[in-house]
């Protein structure tokens, strides 16, 4: 049943190619992926990895208002459904508003462009304690460097406050990406992203008692005893989820973008995930989406 709503989605988007932009729809983007990870249990225990499959659809509209030849503001909303077939308690619904204020530094398509952005967003999970409310801001800032090639990078922070202090997350990080437009219809991006700050894993039953139970080291001991979580079965029987404070994520990906309309495109993305917690334990994902997205 939910590979047919997926596909349902799948086709509703595609029988958008060709739309022309109508009204308040002249701002609206719309996308399906499906994205599958190595380690969608996020745990760095290789014997009880799990590996998943989860698909995605979102729909995002957004309203520019010019307030003069330099600066521009844009009001976005956006929902997001994500399923999760093989672990239903991560199913979930978003909405997310945004804030976004932009400031040109001259004419032309070569002028850097400076953004500053705030949003708020409120997610709803199956696995009701880890639904919460986020509040995030940022800054951007863009260069075109040839008619082909563009740059950017920028900072971002997001605080998200769940049901349950478990599921609670504080970062902030840094990201540089870069877009080359080989040809009118082909488009390739790539970036890297370094996090600051907390982040959910999980682990076994069978592996958690013995991090804490000190039969793993006293290192393990001492720092596994010093978090907050919680028995949440949501990849199986006995599964734990905890709160990893003081750690880093270094995000790599690299994405190709054939165009299919002038308005309707494809994406494969690969991306590489390497976060190592406070004591320097290491839980790596590797995550490959094939999306569709149609802008009207």
Known sequence: ???????????????????????????????????????ISSTSHLPTLKSGQYFTAS?????????????????????????????????????????????????????PMFEVSAGATATSFKEDPRSGFQLEAGTRLSKRLSPNLQLAGGINWEDYNAKHRTFDLRTHRVFLEGVWDITERWRLSAGATRIWGQFIANAAGS????????????????HYNTLAWEVSD???????????????????????????????????????????????????????????NHQF
Do not use: C
Request: glycine fraction near 10%.
């Open 59 to 111: 729909g995002s509209l957004a309203h520019p208002w010019p307030l003069n030849r330099d600066w521009l503001l844009v009001l976005e909303a956006e929902a997001i459904l994500e399923d999760v077939p093989t672990f239903s308690a991560l199913n979930s619904i978003s909405g997310i508003g945004r804030v976004n204020l932009r400031r040109k530094f001259g004419p032309g398509a070569y002028a």
């Open 207 to 222: 592996i958690w008692p013995l991090a804490i139970g000190g039969q793993l080291g006293p290192e393990i001991f001492h």
């Open 234 to 292: 949501t990849y199986g029987s006995g599964w734990v989820a905890y709160r990893n404070r003081e750690s880093t994520v270094d995000q790599w990906w690299m994405e190709l973008s054939p165009a299919l309309t002038d308005r309707t495109s494809l994406s494969l993305r690969y991306e590489f995930n390497k976060a190592i917690n406070a004591i320097g334990i290491r839980y790596d994902s590797v995550f490959w989406t094939l999306g569709l």
């Open 1 to 39: 049943m939910k590979f047919f709503k997926i596909t349902s989605l799948l086709l509703l988007t595609g029988s958008l190619v060709g739309a022309q932009p109508v009204g308040l729809l002249s701002g609206l983007n719309l996308r399906v992926s499906s994205t599958w990870t190595d380690n």
